[in-house]
């Protein structure tokens, strides 16, 4: 029985792919120094709970055969180093999981949007055409019970981040999988405290198309003028163009061929369905069979997802913390329903999206919407060291003199039931995006006892 130790287990990938080595034998243990759901309870119920939360270098032992080394965790971190005192291996996930892919065909989602949405669309798609998938999806979807699945089948489905792998492995993550198949679905700045300029960032997938191996497929979006300038000068891969294939929108649903209707919404998700297509033609399957099979993608969690339908108007919840991806998510909502009043959400809550430098980069991002509140925690700010914000400079870099800028959970829940209560609409439409969580809002509950009209 061969023992691996995961260090930071408690994350989305890391406590899955604790499960899956445990399913197939191996003696895992894990650590973290804070555990929250839903991982928290998969680990209980799998028998992977650590024996007690922090770190603890006595867990550490030569008789393992790996070590998995999380984001989350620190270069001092005693357990790290221990067992590199110990000369024992340590892997980063990414670094893992190239290595579980090896002889199976692998296929790569990069971009900086749209990476979760269209892995798990291949994955999907693949499955109701009735072939077996491995995958490393960063989302639940439905249908799916992990979002980690290695079992050697045909094909590895990755979502694959630019952002380092691990505190001793500063490689994007991407670098680790030598894909076969690769889609770009888009380049926009984010996350500056690791890519500091645009250039710097752009450049990390300058450095991903120049490891592929020769003869790789690389299918880009070609209405991305950043994806087209990059993917200039490499002709030593195969490159296929992907844009929007055409949709209509009759009856609340987006169409795909003016005859294949979706659960998913936005144009940005037609594009990343055409992806998907693309990618699954050039796999050899038929385009009409593929058509059917999009009708039945529900779509992953808290991407678009549908908080609340009902006559009073449809609420959403979304990841969306970029500003390409909030700009998207919002011209989304609006295209499915012109007619009516829209209310967009948006907390600030990354590094990237509560820097005064940064901030500029959501201009008119909001601007579909017909009212608009940002949210940010001026205490994050501060514990991230970073220069204070204020309500002029919110304003000023949405370049939207009408936002609402509020501080705290209360303020949020205030602001909005005042705008439900004097749109002059019986039905109100709205959308939430953040990646956290609203300073413990519970959104679903809250947008449940709105009072609309009145």
Known sequence: MKKVHIISIGGAVMHNIAIQLARKGYKVTGSDDILFDPSLSRLKRAGLYPDKMGWDEERISKDLDFVILGMHAKKDNPELQRALELGVSVFSFPEFIGQQAKGQKRIVVSGSHGKTTTSSMIVHLLNRLGVETDYLIG???????????????????????????????????????????????????????????????????????????KGSTVIFNSNDAEVVRLMEGFDSVNKIPYGVLPYTITKGKFNIIGKYPLHVIGKHNISNLTAAITLCEELGFEESDLFSAAQSYSGASKRLEVLLENDNGTSFIDFAHAPSKVKASVNAVKELDKDNPLVAVLELHTYSSLNKDFLPEYKDTLSNADRAVVMYDPKIVSNKNMESLNEAIVKESFNRPDLIVVNSSDGLKMEIQ?????????????????????????????????????
């Open 418 to 454: 005042k705008i439900f209560r004097s749109l002059p609409s019986n039905r109100i439409n709205s959308i939430f995006m953040s990646s956290g969580n609203f300073g413990g809002t519970d959104i679903k509950s809250f947008v449940e006892n709105l009072k609309v009209g009145y």
């Open 139 to 213: 989302a639940q979807i439905e249908g799916v019970s992990d979002v980690v699945r290695f079992d050697n089948n045909p094909y590895f489905v990755i979502e694959g981040d630019e952002y380092p792998s691990s505190a001793v492995d500063n490689q994007s993550k991407f670098m680790h999988y030598d894909p076969h198949y690769v889609i770009i679905t888009g380049i926009a700045w984010d996350h500056m405290n690791i890519f500091p300029t645009y250039e710097n960032y752009f450049n990390t997938f300058v450095k991903f198309m120049g490891n592929l191996s």
